[in-house]
């Protein structure tokens, strides 16, 4: 069980939306109940359930500040360029002693100091928090307290595992974890192509190879093993597995990974320095 204080979620979109279904999990308590805005009417009403006050902003334009006052944790799910001009709305309606933690990319620590006037984090979820199998980088900002981050990380671990970093290795992760779900689905899907052209259905195709990265992955993380020692045990000698490794193994897909992951930290520099 897991209990935690009010929480506000601003822009409760894919990534709010995901993690608000974290915290109303039956394994979850938040004592004051969680407020939500979203602009329109008609994504505010498909939020609203018992414990969960949703405000439309269309209609409530001063929805945000109503929604953070007592809150302990505000998490700031809006879009990057809106985060600072969102900010500069709530802060004189933050409660003392609350949490701002933003999940927008390429918005620093030092930016959201700069206006409010407590303590503010940054958080990297992936998609797989939809799921409940998310992965969340989580850096503290310069007045944070231990407190803080145990609470921020509190509300992240209802949607999957948390990984507390330094602000600085912030962008890195989002390369591995944030864009990692986009790899595993290109393969997934270069692979499936494989298969249809061996003449498979588009069905069976999807079978073998969905089952089979949901197969291992699964066997990964019950096996306790690393996943090199996994692929020798599939891979036996003179055999048919080794041959397909040795083919990846002369494509260099670690030089590629190298070289993708790269591009991805460029850019994502790029966006914060606006």
């Known amino acids: 069980m897991s209990t935690l204080p009010t929480i506000a979620i601003l822009g409760a979109g894919s990534m709010g939306g995901a993690i608000l279904s974290g915290l109303l999990a039956p394994s979850v308590t938040v004592t004051g109940g969680i407020r939500v805005t979203n602009r329109t009417e008609a994504k505010a009403a498909a939020l609203r359930t018992p414990g969960v006050t949703s405000i439309a902003l269309e209609r409530a334009p001063e929805g945000n500040l109503e929604a953070v006052r007592d809150a302990r944790v505000v998490l700031v799910g809006v ?3 809106m985060v600072s001009d969102l900010l500069r709305e709530i802060a004189p309606a933050l409660a003392p002693g609350a949490i701002v933690v933003s999940v ?4 620093t620590t030092a930016t959201m100091e700069a206006i409010v006037p407590g303590a503010v984090l940054r958080a990297m979820p992936n998609t797989p ?3 409940g199998r ?5 850096s503290a900002g310069s007045r944070s307290t231990a407190d803080d981050l145990a609470i921020a990380r509190a509300v992240f671990e209802t949607v999957g595992e948390v990984l507390e970093i330094d602000e600085s290795r912030i962008d890195a992760l989002s390369t591995i974890s944030g864009s990692g779900p986009a790899y595993v689905f290109y393969l997934i899907e270069q692979l499936t192509a494989t298969a249809v052209g061996m003449g498979f259905t588009e069905a069976e195709a999807a079978t073998m190879v969905n089952g089979t990265f949901l197969g291992a992955a699964e066997l990964l993380a019950a096996s306790g093993e690393k996943p090199a020692e996994l692929r020798r045990r599939v891979t036996s000698p003179k055999g048919t597995t080794e041959r397909a490794i040795a083919e990846l193994e002369a494509a260099d897909l670690r030089a590629v990974f190298d070289r993708a992951t790269a591009a991805a930290l460029a850019r994502a ?6």
């Open 79 to 81: 879009k990057p360029a």
């Open 134 to 138: 998310g992965v969340t980088g989580l």
């Open 269 to 274: 520099r790029e966006l914060a320095a606006g």
């Open 129 to 131: 928090a939809v799921v």
């Open 104 to 107: 927008a990319a390429g918005v």
